[in-house]
């Protein structure tokens, strides 16, 4: 379960970097790592508990991060 948790942040981490190196996002390299982190945290921690997700932990990563990318900064931007 810990190994689990560790490479779920490793790949969140990883997905923030680049998105925000290929364009994808304008928020800066942190924001976006955390925002990824946070995410992949979140369905992370609702999969264990309501076994919602896929089969593979790195796909729960990838999927979470990418959600978490699209809905987050999206949601406060209509809000300036």
Same mark, same amino acid.
């Given at each position: 379960?810990?190994? !689990?948790?560790?490479?779920? !942040?490793?790949? +969140?981490?990883?997905?923030?970097? +680049?998105?925000?190196?290929?364009?994808?996002?304008?928020?800066?390299?942190?924001?976006?790592?955390?925002?990824? !982190?946070?995410?992949?945290?979140?369905?992370?921690? !609702?999969?264990?508990?309501?076994?919602?997700?896929?089969?593979?932990?790195?796909?729960? +990563?990838?999927?979470?991060?990418?959600?978490?990318?699209?809905?987050?900064?999206?949601?406060?931007?209509?809000?300036?």
């Amino acid at each position: 379960m810990f190994p !689990v948790l560790i490479g779920t !942040v490793v790949i +969140a981490g990883i997905i923030g970097y +680049a998105s925000e190196k290929t364009g994808f996002t304008k928020n800066g390299i942190i924001p976006s790592i955390i925002i990824c !982190v946070g995410g992949a945290f979140l369905f992370y921690f !609702v999969q264990i508990m309501f076994h919602i997700g896929f089969r593979s932990p790195g796909l729960n +990563a990838i999927a979470a991060s990418i959600g978490a990318l699209l809905i987050v900064p999206t949601h406060w931007r209509g809000r300036r």
